[in-house]
Every structure is written in structure tokens, then in C-alpha cells.
């Protein structure tokens, strides 16, 4: 497995370094890896503010910046509407950070393998929470170090770690198993028998804890992973494996009654009754998705333009509902009712291209050695599971979540756009004063 402990240039190995940290500390200690990876992006636009200024897409999210203050501006309750900055612009800024630092394939597989590693001790946990009945609330100096773990899990019988949800751990879990298996893959292929057995069990554990956080929506993703890589490998048996399960499951939950019956003999009530919600039967109507997406999308019509404010969903909904609800469960949604379509088209168009981008560039064989081209496609994979992701939730509110989430967009759009240099002037293009 090629590495990279040491940056290629020799004056951004601070910033990598607080990245590399920060990136293996962070589901402990969020606070600390946050500022060390804001840090290290804050350090890189110092140094390379020439290679962040002129890069297309950070001109893009410039432009997206300042329609959100004008969405704020406007906005019925302007207070909560630009405390709801704090989870898009400090972002904007770590992406042109790292999108920076990040240049090489390399840097790709080291942030995968921090990644899993540092996600072993958060399954443990969230084994121990379930099985165990680990339960413990862990503060240093407020919030340095800020730990809850709950016994039983959250919401009860779902995993959910240190997580504020099962939803948002199974998010994490997912990011994870596909980065795992990439890493497996590569360390197969070299026969190095050590690391693959970590990593294998590392793979394992995750996709256990993946079943038991109960989220449709992290098994969904999961499935896209392993599909993504069959279909990757011209694995066909596992292709036809893999269909056959989700058909098995699909028509025991929603087949006709006695099409049904016969494929409940053999699946498992905890993933039919799980996606039909017969396990939940009395959920009421106002908590159903289409109910939330209906709601925001008539906001969306109302105010086009600027939307009515970031954070005002909520209020919205609790004042035609009489219900509590943090957010419509659809980030498009929330984002085009919040601040509007142009600046929800904007956003969307901005990571669309950092995806299409990392697609052109795994066509690109002259660029990518066959050997880097899985750690590349991993990225892509990682990226369509939270595009998925959150068109049924969103994980913008959640720190840890939406961290890792723009360090991942960095990290592919920074070897996308340093080949597209290569490319353009036959050599990296890179300030070294």
C-alpha cells in the first residue's frame, strides 16, 4: 500500500501533518481534529492562495457564499438564518484548504487508512453500547473531549454509538465499509497477509454495525457499495448474489400477500418489517418523508428566489404540524426551501462537478497508474452513498458528519484538479515560494 506520510511539497508537511491528526482524532475529539483540519486548510490557503484563487470551483462556492448572506439578509428571522452559515462557509473555506494540500493518490489511500482506523474504536463502542450495556458520558474541559455513549442505543435497539442518531451512524459506518473494502482489495492484490487480516475484520465489524443501526437508508448505501465494486471487478456472481437478496427482501415486504408469505419464510422479519415500516405501524403522519418533502417543496414554491432563511424549516413546520422536527429529511429540499433554487442549484452543481470530475479522471488511464485507479473509484463511491444519503436525510447538522464529508469532496477534487494541471502543463503546478 503506497502512502503518504510526507507531502511532495516540503512546506505544506505542517498542514498534511495537522490533517493526518486531526482526521485520526476527530470521532473522539471533534472539537480538537476540527481545528487542527481548519488549521491546516488555513495554513494551505496562506501558502498556495494563488493556486485556491484560481481554482473554478472555489470561485463557484465564492458565488455561493454570497447568495446565502443575501438569502440571510432577507430572511424573516435573520438571527437563526446566519447562525446557519456556520454550517456551510467555514466549509467553503476548509474545501479550498484542502482541496489544495490534497494532490496525489497517495494522500488518497493515507486518508482512507486514518479514516478506518480511527472508526475501529467507534464500532467497539457502539458494539458495547448494544450488547454490553456500555453507557458513560466522558467531558474534559467542556468540550475538548465530549463523549456520550447511551446504553441500549439511539433511538433504543439501534446502534448509534457516539452518534446523536442510528441514521448518522450508519452514515459514518458506510463511508468506512467502502473505504475498507478498498483498501482490503489493494492489500490482497499485494498479498500482504497482516494488514489485509485488520483490515478484513475491519470491513466485517462495520457492515455488522451497519445492520444493527436499522437505517434503511445506511443499508441502501451499503448495498450501492457493494455493487459498485462487483460491478467495478466484473464480479458477476456477486452481482447476481447481491440482486437476488434485494429482491428476496423487496418482495417479502411489499409483494402481494402471498407472494409475500412465502418469501417471509426465509427473510428475516428485521428487514421486511424494517422496510415496509410494519415495525413501526403507528408512526404519525406528520413524521412520514413525503409529508416533509410535500411541505418543503410548497415553502420552495412560495419564496423561489432567497428562500425563507436557514433554520426556519423547523419553526415552519411545527407552526402547520404541531410537531418537532429538526429538518425535511431531504437536503435539496431544505436547502431549496431554506435559501432558495439558485442557491440550492448552485450547491448541488458545485459537488456534481467534483463527482463528474472524479469519473472523467478514472476514464483517464494515460493519468492514473492502474494500481491508484481503486482508491479513486472508492472516492466516487463514497460521494454517490451521501448524495443518497441525504435525499433521505441530511447530514449538514451533524459536525462530525458534514466534516468528514467536505474533507472527502476535498481530497477528490484535489487530485482531479492537480491532474488537470499535469495535464494542461505537462508538469504539477504548484507555488513552492
Given at each position: 500500500?503506497?502512502?503518504?506520510?510526507?507531502?511532495?511539497?516540503?512546506?505544506?508537511?505542517?498542514?498534511?501533518?495537522?490533517?493526518?491528526?486531526?482526521?485520526?482524532?476527530?470521532?473522539?475529539?471533534?472539537?480538537?481534529?476540527?481545528?487542527?483540519?481548519?488549521?491546516?486548510?488555513?495554513?494551505?490557503?496562506?501558502?498556495?492562495?494563488?493556486?485556491?484563487?484560481?481554482?473554478?470551483?472555489?470561485?463557484?462556492?465564492?458565488?455561493?457564499?454570497?447568495?446565502?448572506?443575501?438569502?440571510?439578509?432577507?430572511?424573516?428571522?435573520?438571527?437563526?438564518?446566519?447562525?446557519?452559515?456556520?454550517?456551510?462557509?467555514?466549509?467553503?473555506?476548509?474545501?479550498?484548504?484542502?482541496?489544495?494540500?490534497?494532490?496525489?493518490?497517495?494522500?488518497?489511500?493515507?486518508?482512507?487508512?486514518?479514516?478506518?482506523?480511527?472508526?475501529?474504536?467507534?464500532?467497539?463502542?457502539?458494539?458495547?453500547?448494544?450488547?454490553?450495556?456500555?453507557?458513560?458520558?466522558?467531558?474534559?474541559?467542556?468540550?475538548?473531549?465530549?463523549?456520550?455513549?447511551?446504553?441500549?442505543?439511539?433511538?433504543?435497539g439501534r446502534m448509534a454509538?457516539?452518534?446523536?442518531?442510528?441514521?448518522?451512524?450508519?452514515?459514518?459506518?458506510?463511508?468506512?465499509?467502502?473505504?475498507?473494502?478498498?483498501?482490503?482489495?489493494?492489500?490482497?492484490?499485494?498479498?500482504?497477509?497482516?494488514?489485509?487480516?485488520?483490515?478484513?475484520?475491519?470491513?466485517?465489524?462495520?457492515?455488522?454495525?451497519?445492520?444493527?443501526?436499522?437505517?434503511?437508508?445506511?443499508?441502501?448505501?451499503?448495498?450501492?457499495?457493494?455493487?459498485?465494486?462487483?460491478?467495478?471487478?466484473?464480479?458477476?456472481?456477486?452481482?447476481?448474489?447481491?440482486?437476488?437478496?434485494?429482491?428476496?427482501?423487496?418482495?417479502?415486504?411489499?409483494?402481494?400477500?402471498?407472494?409475500?408469505?412465502?418469501?417471509?419464510?426465509?427473510?428475516?422479519?428485521?428487514?421486511?418489517?424494517?422496510?415496509?415500516?410494519?415495525?413501526?405501524?403507528?408512526?404519525?403522519?406528520?413524521?412520514?418523508?413525503?409529508?416533509?418533502?410535500?411541505?418543503?417543496?410548497?415553502?420552495?414554491?412560495?419564496?423561489?428566489?432567497?428562500?425563507?432563511?436557514?433554520?426556519?424549516?423547523?419553526?415552519?413546520?411545527?407552526?402547520?404540524?404541531?410537531?418537532?422536527?429538526?429538518?425535511?429529511?431531504?437536503?435539496?429540499?431544505?436547502?431549496?426551501?431554506?435559501?432558495g433554487l439558485p442557491s440550492?442549484?448552485?450547491?448541488?452543481?458545485?459537488?456534481?462537478?467534483?463527482?463528474?470530475?472524479?469519473?472523467?479522471?478514472?476514464q483517464k488511464s494515460d493519468?492514473?497508474?492502474?494500481?491508484?485507479?481503486?482508491?479513486?473509484?472508492?472516492?466516487?463511491?463514497?460521494?454517490?452513498?451521501?448524495?443518497?444519503?441525504?435525499?433521505?436525510?441530511?447530514?449538514?447538522?451533524?459536525?462530525?458528519?458534514?466534516?468528514?464529508?467536505?474533507?472527502?469532496?476535498?481530497?477528490?477534487?484535489?487530485?482531479?484538479?492537480?491532474?488537470?494541471?499535469?495535464?494542461?502543463?505537462?508538469?504539477?503546478?504548484?507555488?513552492?515560494?
Open positions: 500500500m503506497k502512502l503518504a506520510f510526507n507531502h511532495p511539497n516540503p512546506r505544506l508537511q505542517t498542514p498534511w501533518n495537522l490533517t493526518q491528526i486531526g482526521l485520526l482524532i476527530f470521532p473522539l475529539s471533534p472539537l480538537v481534529g476540527g481545528v487542527s483540519i481548519l488549521l491546516a486548510a488555513l495554513r494551505t490557503c496562506q501558502q498556495q492562495y494563488r493556486s485556491v484563487i484560481h481554482s473554478p470551483l472555489n470561485r463557484g462556492f465564492a458565488l455561493l457564499s454570497i447568495l446565502l448572506i443575501i438569502s440571510c439578509s432577507v430572511a424573516d428571522d435573520k438571527t437563526q438564518a446566519f447562525l446557519g452559515l456556520f454550517n456551510l462557509l467555514p466549509f467553503f473555506l476548509v474545501f479550498a484548504g484542502l482541496s489544495t494540500l490534497i494532490q496525489t493518490t497517495a494522500q488518497l489511500r493515507q486518508i482512507a487508512g486514518i479514516f478506518v482506523i480511527g472508526s475501529i474504536p467507534v464500532v467497539i463502542m457502539g458494539f458495547g453500547q448494544l450488547f454490553w450495556g456500555w453507557s458513560f458520558q466522558l467531558q474534559v474541559l467542556w468540550i475538548l473531549l465530549d463523549i456520550g455513549l447511551d446504553s441500549g442505543g439511539d433511538p433504543p454509538s457516539i452518534f446523536m442518531h442510528a441514521n448518522l451512524f450508519a452514515a459514518y459506518l458506510a463511508i468506512a465499509f467502502t473505504l475498507g473494502i478498498a483498501l482490503c482489495l489493494e492489500e490482497w492484490r499485494s498479498r500482504s497477509k497482516i494488514p489485509t487480516v485488520l483490515l478484513t475484520v475491519s470491513v466485517v465489524t462495520s457492515f455488522a454495525a451497519l445492520i444493527l443501526t436499522d437505517s434503511r437508508n445506511g443499508w441502501a448505501i451499503a448495498i450501492v457499495a457493494c455493487l459498485a465494486y462487483a460491478l467495478y471487478k466484473s464480479w458477476y456472481i456477486i452481482i447476481a448474489g447481491v440482486g437476488s437478496i434485494i429482491t428476496s427482501v423487496i418482495l417479502a415486504a411489499f409483494a402481494p400477500s402471498p407472494i409475500a408469505e412465502a418469501f417471509r419464510r426465509f427473510v428475516p422479519a428485521y428487514f421486511w418489517a424494517r422496510l415496509n415500516d410494519q415495525m413501526y405501524p403507528d408512526r404519525p403522519v406528520a413524521l412520514m418523508r413525503t409529508t416533509q418533502w410535500e411541505f418543503a417543496w410548497s415553502l420552495t414554491q412560495q419564496q423561489p428566489w432567497t428562500g425563507w432563511g436557514l433554520r426556519s424549516f423547523s419553526d415552519l413546520y411545527k407552526a402547520q404540524m404541531q410537531i418537532n422536527l429538526g429538518h425535511p429529511h431531504n437536503l435539496f429540499l431544505m436547502l431549496s426551501a431554506e435559501t440550492a442549484l448552485l450547491f448541488f452543481g458545485c459537488l456534481a462537478w467534483i463527482w463528474v470530475g472524479g469519473v472523467q479522471l478514472l493519468y492514473l497508474a492502474k494500481e491508484d485507479r481503486l482508491i479513486v473509484f472508492s472516492y466516487i463511491v463514497v460521494i454517490l452513498q451521501w448524495a443518497i444519503f441525504n435525499t433521505v436525510d441530511v447530514t449538514l447538522f451533524d459536525f462530525r458528519l458534514n466534516t468528514i464529508s467536505w474533507l472527502f469532496f476535498s481530497a477528490l477534487w484535489g487530485v482531479v484538479y492537480s491532474s488537470s494541471r499535469f495535464n494542461r502543463y505537462g508538469e504539477e503546478f504548484i507555488d513552492h515560494r
